[in-house]
């Protein structure tokens, strides 16, 4: 069984933005480690055509080692299971080393075992993120979530597009909403166990209104951060991820009653007219945590 270092050293740092760049565009993979964003995914399957993925993962070998030494916290997008490119890309993962190997359209506790055997004949033993994104995987994801230890599975990401294909959903603006039930078991299963969650990318890369509405909902539904497909997503998902002034006042003021002497040893103290306990205290330090963290 693989230990759980690889879950503690991702949850220690934010996860709010992960910005997929296909593989493809050597251009863009030049400019990936100055964007800002909390992780870079190196995308050799859906944003990659047929007669092009040989050539991106020629570029992934060159930009996975230069974007991990310039920091970038890198993954590398592999094909789903079952796919006859799944095996070119496990060499790809295994050359370079990526910090986490996100695995596409992951539907059963099997798949992932599966492809976890082959990732480490293959001579990649990092850990691995799974794409939840269609119905099957939603229903499985309980269980793939429970073989986290064994798999090294470090974080689940949701693909809404794919998902809302197989669910049969109209194209229309209420689609997200439709989505929640759904999106809200990747949450509580990474959740039940201490995995990273990312909610799905917003298509709409123009719209920074829709995209902050979206990336607010996400954080109010649990999620950690979002996929993104444009630069320019980066900031305005980090400001909807970032502790609001209020938020930041009420997780002050808890911190501070408890580091009242008076208040020295209880383990519940009253707060402006409501009784807060040492949960609060341990929210109210991530909010002001988060909330000095440089854009």
């Not at 119905?135 to 309980?142: T, Y």
């Amino acid at each position: 069984m693989m230990d759980d270092s690889s879950h503690t050293l991702l949850n220690a740092r934010l996860m709010r933005s992960a910005l997929f760049v296909p593989g493809d565009k050597p251009r863009a993979l030049d400019k990936a480690d100055g964007l800002g964003a909390d992780a870079i995914i190196i995308d050799l399957e859906d944003a990659v055509a047929p007669d092009r993925k040989a050539e991106a993962r020629l570029n992934a070998k060159s930009a996975v080692p230069r974007l991990k030494a310039a920091g970038v916290y890198t993954v590398l997008r592999i094909a789903e299971p079952g796919s006859p490119d799944l095996a070119a890309d496990l060499c790809v993962a295994a050359d370079t080393a990526p910090d986490a190997a996100l695995i596409a359209k992951v539907e059963t506790p099997e798949q992932l075992a599966a492809v976890r055997k082959r990732l480490d004949e293959a001579g990649f033993d990092g850990p691995v993120w799974a794409m939840i994104e269609t119905p099957l995987g939603v229903m499985n994801v309980e269980a793939i979530a429970q073989q986290a230890p064994l798999n090294r599975l470090q974080a689940l990401v949701a693909g809404s597009n794919d998902l809302a294909e197989g669910l049969r959903l109209p194209e229309n603006a209420q689609r997200r909403e439709t989505l929640t039930p759904y999106l809200s078991r990747l949450v509580l299963a990474a959740r039940a166990m201490a995995l990273v969650v990312l909610d799905a990318v917003y298509n709409a890369y123009k719209d920074e209104e829709g995209l902050q509405h979206e990336a607010r909902q996400a954080r109010a539904l649990g999620f950690d951060g979002k996929t993104l497909i444009h630069p320019s997503q980066i900031y305005p998902v980090h400001d909807a991820f970032a502790p609001s002034a209020s938020e930041r006042a009420w997780a002050q003021t808890v911190v501070d009653a408890f580091e009242d002497p008076a208040n020295a040893g209880k383990g519940a103290v009253p707060v402006e007219g409501r009784m807060v306990e040492l949960m609060h205290l341990r929210a109210a330090r991530a909010v002001l945590a988060a909330a000095q963290t440089k854009e």
